[in-house]
């Protein structure tokens, strides 16, 4: 039995303990969450998990042998540092894993001496149509020359404390929400940025809301195009006012040979049932010659669907995660990794804020 402990029980939190609990031989054996009402939620999925004080004394506890970070974005560089420091055990952590660019030699630090697996919780790259999309995309395309991202989804949720409306707290839209697409660009096209390119800002969410007298900054919509170290482009369109949409991910790649595209509907949770079941993930597939798509339903477990609001993304990235810290087995999205998806979101803060193009080394 490997059991886990949780630090943060927000949504996200509740989310990894759901599907902790899809998983055989796993359990949630203690939390730390200080809210009372989120941890009243996380009692009543785990009524036998101890809630911890805070993170020493879950380290402390000898029954937790994993951890998952899933607090407050500006809080993991920090946390994993205690860690490492207090008691190195296997950890998955939430996204973005620093939100400061002085925060990176740190992150770097801890990447070349913590001695367990740090998994960077990437769940996009694990979403059923994704996954089926970037075994397919090679032979699809021919090689992938232009690669575009869409998503068009709902406003920023409320969170505890509302810290998610606030620059200094996220890192930016871009880092907060776009490090997920980030991440996809490098390892659809298994290459490196060179240069990124931004036009972003906020026009419709969170206007007229006021905090202690501070108006949120947080964007709600943008373009960024990233050219990479082979030459194939990148695109990510973001819009977070448009959750009437039929589905929240569009991905498309294009190369000599065709097209090839992932369709990912919204959570389950906020589709409108009354006109209808919501959509079914999707892959299409376009080649140029002979022509004519052919399309691919890619169904979601109903169960894996109720456990969470990312397709089922985030059991089979538990479930893998699990995989290596039982069997020794590097992660498959490294400190590195995530390091490459803050350093791109920022330099896309950047470029946005000053109409300039950003290199990146």
Known sequence: MTRYGILGCGMMGREHIRNIALLAEAEVSAFVEPDEEQALFTRALVPGATRANDLPALLNRNDVDALVIASPNHRHIGQLQEVAATRPLPVLVEKPVFTRAEDAPHLAKLARSFPAP???????????????????????????????????????????????????????????????????????????????MASAGQAVNHLDESYDGAVPDIWDHGYVIVDFARGARAMLELSMFAEGSEYQEEISA?????????????????????????????????????????????????????????????????????????????????????????????????SARTGQAVALD
Request: charged share 25%.
């Open 118 to 196: 740090i998994w960077v919780a990437m769940e996009y790259r694990y979403m059923p149509p994704v996954a089926r999309f970037r075994e397919m995309a090679d032979a699809a395309t021919g090689g992938i020359r232009m690669l575009t991202i869409r998503e068009h989804r709902f406003p920023f949720l409320k969170k505890v404390g509302d810290w998610n409306r606030f620059n200094h707290n996220t890192g930016g839209t871009l880092v907060e929400k776009c490090c997920h697409f980030f991440d996809l660009m490098r390892v659809i096209l298994n290459d490196d940025p060179v240069r990124v």
């Open 254 to 350: 294009i190369g000599p040979e065709g097209k090839i595209e992932a369709k990912v509907p919204g959570p389950t949770r906020f589709w409108n049932h009354d006109i209808g079941p919501a959509p079914i993930p999707r892959v299409i597939v376009s080649p140029r010659n002979p022509t004519g798509p052919r399309e691919i339903e890619i169904p979601v477990d109903r169960q894996l669907l109720d456990a969470g609001d990312h397709n089922g993304a985030t059991y089979y990235q538990h479930q893998r995660f699990l995989e290596a810290i039982r069997h020794g087995r590097r992660p498959e999205v490294t400190l590195d990794d995530g390091a490459w998806a803050v350093k791109m979101g920022l330099a896309a803060q950047e």
